[in-house]
């Protein structure tokens, strides 16, 4: 190869490893995280098993205001109602999860309009009493991320100035308080991570489709002169 080709090689090498770079490893493009996560917090928030104790914490600490569909948990007082058990039977579609290698059912999806129409009096009593409802959380933890809820449901005050949203936990007098609060945030993630099947299907079609563009570019450059002479024809 001469001298220029090699300079015109490394410099093509160059600029698609740059990109790569900045695509993965440092995107400036994608949103910063503002707000700190201690690194206890968020060890436990990418833990699953954090996640199933979450669910728990939410349902005691949360549903009496929020709902959170897509997981099959409403407000505690619809769920109360008598009606509600046919109501999702019929309704709403079985959630199902794997447990000791049966399906069992965790709960059911219950479209909104039929959700809002039972609970329309209760979530009526929400907005009186806060100012507005205070919203499903089904999709919070892809637009607000980790960092955001874990210092928004520690204290809401400091991340939200003006909120109706009442501070829960309390360090001072509880000392697993930021343990629980980074359980409930590990329970959020967790309803809006991709199953594991599905991650390692989007994987292979990154690689895939890489593969895919790293062998065109080879067949481009091994067959380039029959190309060009082509083209002049
Ligand atoms: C007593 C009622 C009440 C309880 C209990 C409650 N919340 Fe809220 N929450 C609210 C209200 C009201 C809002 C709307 C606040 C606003 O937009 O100013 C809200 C808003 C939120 C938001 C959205 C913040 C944003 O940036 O829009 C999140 C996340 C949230 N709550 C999480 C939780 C979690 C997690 C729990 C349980 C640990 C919880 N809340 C318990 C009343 C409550």
């Not at 929020?66 to 109501?87: C, F, N, T």
């Not at 009442?166 to 309803?191: G, N, Q, T």
Request: aromatic share 12%; hydrophobic share 40%; with cysteine.
């Amino acid at each position: 190869m001469s001298t220029w080709g090699l300079v015109k090689t490394v410099f093509f090498a160059g600029i698609t490893a740059v990109f790569f770079f900045v695509i993965w490893i440092h995107n400036p493009f994608a949103p910063h995280e503002e707000y700190e996560l201690p690194h206890e917090a968020g060890k436990i928030i990418g833990d699953p098993k954090a996640a199933v104790e979450g669910r728990e914490l939410f349902k005691q600490n949360c549903t009496s205001c929020h709902s959170l569909r897509y997981d099959g948990l409403y407000l505690m007082s619809v769920a109360a109602k008598p009606e509600w058990a046919q109501i999702e039977k019929t309704q709403g579609k079985p959630i199902l999860v794997e447990k000791d290698g049966k399906l069992e059912v965790k709960g059911y999806f219950v479209p909104r309009d039929v959700y809002e129409a039972v609970a329309i009096t209760d979530l009526e009593g929400l907005k009186a009493s806060f100012g507005k409802i205070p919203p499903d959380l089904s999709t919070i933890y892809l637009s607000r991320g980790a960092g955001y809820l874990y210092n928004f449901i520690m204290d809401p005050q400091k991340v939200l100035p003006g909120t109706s949203m009442p501070k829960l936990f309390f360090p001072e007098y509880d000392k697993e308080a930021p343990e629980k609060v980074a359980k409930i945030v590990a329970y959020l993630r967790s309803v809006n991570d991709p199953s594991p099947g599905e991650k390692a299907k989007r994987a292979l079609m990154g690689v895939v489709t890489i593969a895919y563009f790293l062998a065109m570019g080879a067949l481009l450059w091994i067959y380039r002169k029959r190309i060009v002479s082509h083209m002049s024809h």
